[in-house]
């Protein structure tokens, strides 16, 4: 089906190699994963709805001036992206307690915490993406310090933006995990914002209702991930008001899918 050369395979997404040299395509699959693969599913839908949230995001970042790899939509499940080479560190930036804070310090979920914290994990499925310090991230050459600066203060700027972006539509932003690269640009190296923001990789809860709006759906069986990541999109302003018939899947504002 696809003649073009596959770079990589992940959890949620697969990546071709780009038209031109230095792009990637990113293409979203329907694939839901949690606890390090051990779950998996199917969800229909779920890669469109990521595909356009996660453009959104990006574009509104590149607005306020946070560097990002993307560089446009292509069709329905897939973006072109700027080749970089990711920093194998995920940065998770926290609000409210929730998740594996939650749990590893005793937090009741749901605690505001004391200000907006940043943890880093190494990106490693044999290992199950262990927590570790600067101190790791630095003395292994994984990013150096002015890079790891870099990323603390651009996972700050993007925490600030969209935990405003989303108030403004009846979400708080609990937690989210982002992560960066490195892109060559006129013989020097600049950190730049790759991967995805969607609710794949952020907890989302409404404002009014506490009800989950994320993966939390999937990763507990309650259901319904898809209606969710719809609400979304939709409060974004990204999908069309109606809601579609059942079964009919997403009705996109625009759409200049092949
Ligand atoms: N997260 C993610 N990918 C991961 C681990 C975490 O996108 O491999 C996101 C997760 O959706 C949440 C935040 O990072 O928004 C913090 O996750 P946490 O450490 O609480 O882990 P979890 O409870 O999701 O295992």
């Known amino acids: 089906m ?3 050369r596959r770079i990589y395979e992940g959890k949620a997404k697969i990546l071709y190699e780009g038209p031109e040299p230095g792009t990637l395509i990113q293409h979203f ?21 990521n595909n356009r949230i996660s453009e959104h995001i990006f574009l509104m970042l590149a607005e306020i001036g946070v560097p990002t790899h993307f560089l446009k939509r292509l ?25 594996s804070i939650a749990k590893r310090l005793g937090i009741d979920e749901g605690t505001r915490l004391p200000r907006s914290i940043v943890e880093f994990y190494y990106k490693s499925d044999d290992l199950d993406d262990p927590m570790v310090t ?23 700027r ?39 923001i ?4 952020c907890r ?14 999937f990763r507990r069986d309650m259901g319904g991930l898809v209606d969710a990541y719809q609400e979304v999109a939709q409060r974004l302003g990204i999908l069309a008001e109606s809601r579609p018939a ?6 996109l504002v625009t759409d200049n899918s092949n």
């Open 75 to 99: 069709n329905m499940r897939e973006q072109l992206i700027q080749e970089v080479e990711i920093i194998p560190v995920e940065v998770v930036v926290r609000n409210i307690a929730a998740g």
């Open 134 to 156: 600067d101190e790791h991230i630095t003395a292994f050459g994984w990013a150096n310090p002015q890079e790891l600066d870099d990323m603390m203060a651009l996972a700050l």
């Open 158 to 196: 993007i925490n600030d933006f969209l935990t405003g972006l989303f108030l403004g539509i009846g979400i708080r932003l609990v937690d989210f995990k982002i992560e960066f690269g490195r892109l060559e640009e006129n013989d020097t190296l600049r950190i730049v914002l790759a991967d995805e």
């Open 204 to 217: 989302l809860w409404d404002i009014e209702t506490d009800e989950k709006l994320d993966k939390d759906l």
């Open 246 to 251: 059942a079964g009919s899947g997403p009705v």
């Open 198 to 201: 969607s609710p794949d990789c």
């Open 29 to 49: 699959k329907d694939d839901a994963t949690a606890f390090n693969n051990k779950k998996h599913e199917v969800i229909e839908g779920k890669g469109v709805l």
């Open 2 to 4: 696809n003649r073009r």
